[in-house]
């Protein structure tokens, strides 16, 4: 786990965090056929967590803060896609 507290803006004030590194990952895709016969995936790629040092949320449990990106991919049908010369 990694230990170098890094401050940052929570709740329009500055407090300490903690960075928490990923050690394991199971990024799946959500995929959504269209009625036009298009197949769109989609998935969130988790890049960097930081636990917010001293504050919790209403059941106790600690607040993070994620960075993430999304991920997407299209297959169309021949009939949708752009010919080709």
């Known amino acids: 786990m990694a230990e170098n507290k890094v401050s940052i803006n929570f709740g329009g004030r500055q407090v300490q965090a903690t960075p928490v590194e990923i050690t394991q990952n199971a990024e ?3 995929e959504y056929l269209l009625e036009d016969g298009t197949v769109l995936k989609m998935k969130l ?7 917010v040092d001293g504050e919790f949320d ?3 449990n600690p607040i993070y803060i994620m960075q993430s990106t999304n ?3 299209t297959s169309s049908p021949d009939g949708l896609r752009k010919k080709t010369e």
């Open 71 to 73: 991920v997407s991919s």
């Open 28 to 30: 799946r895709w959500n």
């Open 58 to 60: 209403a059941e106790g």
């Open 45 to 51: 790629v988790l890049k960097k967590v930081l636990r």
